[in-house]
């Protein structure tokens, strides 16, 4: 989990993924999204489907940590 919460921050410095409960409510915008769903398939070599791309598999860390699992990857 360790990784995944790297490569949020590095993603985004609108939050700190390690207070945030919510990453939506506390500013990851759109363009943020993009950049971390860029950077969690090259981390984890995952392809995630743009259906993937709402809001509820990026609202805090253990649901993008599902999203890569549904993904094939273990976390």
Known sequence: MEKVL???QKATSKI???ESDNFIDDGLDSLDIIRLV???EETFD???DGMDIV???FENAEAIANLLRRKGHEI
Do not use: T
């Open 16 to 18: 700190n993924v390690y």
């Open 46 to 48: 995952v392809n995630i």
């Open 38 to 40: 860029a950077m969690l």
């Open 6 to 8: 790297d490569v949020i």
């Open 55 to 57: 809001p509820e598999n």
